[in-house]
DNA sequence: CATTGCAGGGCGTCTAGAAG
DNA sequence: CTTCTAGACGCCCTGCAATG
């Protein structure tokens, strides 16, 4: 696919120089639903996640990264249902591991990916989350707990009744995803810092998005926490004034040296004219 | 046992910003 | 632009551990 198909529309730009030269975009519609602008929006997403990661207030970051099932009641009512189930389920997982993070607002980034085999097509979650100090340290404190009734075991001493039910932080977030009334923690892995590494746990999932048709209306496809934030919006170019227009026409081609299609890559020659067709492109006006 | 202190989590409200 | 989602935050209730 060349252009989006949903947007009957080009901008064009001339340059202030007064060379007789001509640059054209295709103006598209940015919806997920769209066969050219999904992938678009994929590649948008996954150069601004890696980007934004390394910015200076990220870098340093350790994360964790999740996956978590929809609970197994929402797989027996429509694919749908199990979306609502882990967005349901998310916005009470938040509150409790910001907890686990010591009080302290963490930052995530979610993606969704259909079930393979699922028998009714149901949807799961993965996440990365910057909650890795916590996690290392909730870890350690943990082992110190086995370790100390290890050795008071070893001393014939009778072990201290614990102050509090400890718990693996691994556990903690399996038992929590439970609570939180969504399926199960599949899959569970300390990523570290490194940021291409962090960032490649999320874009491999990022193209599986294309697939997804199924999303609600306004569900975003790649939600992340809003510190995190999102591609911004090109801003107004002050460099060069662009026009809408409906096409280039035939005689544009005697008054410009050059004219590009910057979305196709492709300058535009007698042959993009051929059989009386007197617009570019074709397919479009 | 009853009492008390308090962390954790549910829930309602407000609103930035994403979707369309 | 308008609509609406979901994060931030504060209030309050619940349940648990500590204490006598």
Same mark, same amino acid.
Request: glycine letters at 4%.
């Given at each position: 696919m060349l252009f989006c198909?949903?947007?009957?529309?080009? %901008?064009?730009? +001339?340059?202030?120089?007064?060379? /007789?030269? $001509?640059? %054209?975009v295709h103006?598209?519609?940015?919806?997920?639903?769209?066969? &050219?602008?999904?992938?678009?929006?994929?590649? #948008?997403?996954?150069?601004y996640i890696l980007k934004r990661l390394s910015r200076e207030d990220f870098s340093g970051k350790s994360w964790v990264f999740v996956t978590i099932t929809a609970h197994?009641?929402?797989?027996? !009512?429509?694919?749908?249902? @199990?979306l609502r189930n882990l967005q349901r389920g998310w916005g009470k997982l938040y509150h409790r591991l910001k907890t686990f993070n010591g009080g302290k607002a963490f930052d995530y980034i979610r993606v969704f990916e259909k079930h393979e085999n699922g028998k009714y097509g149901g949807y799961h979650m993965h996440l990365i989350m910057s909650i890795g100090d916590a996690f290392a340290l909730k870890?350690?404190?943990?082992?110190?707990?086995?370790?100390?009734?290890?050795?008071?075991?070893? +001393?014939?001493?009778?072990?201290? /009744?614990?102050?509090?039910?400890? /718990?693996?932080?691994?556990?903690?977030?399996?038992?929590?995803?439970?609570?939180?009334? %969504?399926?199960?923690? =599949?899959?569970?892995?300390? !990523? *570290?810092?490194?940021? @291409?590494?962090? =960032?490649? &746990? $999320? #874009?491999?999932?990022?193209?599986? +998005?294309?697939?997804?048709?199924?999303?609600?209306p306004r569900m975003r496809r790649? +939600?992340?926490?809003?510190?995190? *934030?999102?591609?911004?919006?090109?801003? @107004? *170019?002050?460099?060069?004034?662009?026009?809408?227009?409906?096409?280039?026409?035939? @005689?544009d081609l005697e008054d410009y040296d050059l004219i590009f299609d910057m979305t196709r890559k492709h300058v535009i020659s007698e042959d993009d004219f051929p059989d009386g067709v007197l617009w570019y492109p074709k397919e479009l006006k």
């Open positions: 198909p949903n947007m009957k529309l080009i %901008m064009v730009a +001339q340059f202030a120089d007064g060379s /007789k030269r $001509m640059d %054209m103006v598209r519609c940015k919806q997920w639903s769209c066969p &050219y602008c999904a992938p678009a929006n994929a590649r #948008t997403w996954k150069d197994e009641d929402s797989h027996k !009512i429509s694919p749908q249902a @199990t870890k350690d404190e943990f082992a110190q707990v086995l370790e100390r009734e290890k050795t008071a075991r070893k +001393q014939g001493k009778r072990p201290r /009744k614990r102050l509090k039910r400890e /718990k693996h932080p691994a556990r903690w977030i399996k038992d929590a995803c439970r609570a939180c009334r %969504m399926g199960y923690e =599949a899959d569970m892995k300390q !990523i *570290g810092s490194v940021t @291409t590494k962090v =960032a490649s &746990y $999320m #874009t491999k999932y990022i193209s599986k +998005q294309l697939e997804i048709l199924e999303f609600p790649i +939600q992340a926490s809003v510190r995190f *934030g999102s591609p911004k919006r090109r801003k @107004t *170019g002050n460099a060069r004034h662009w026009m809408p227009r409906s096409a280039i026409y035939k @005689t």
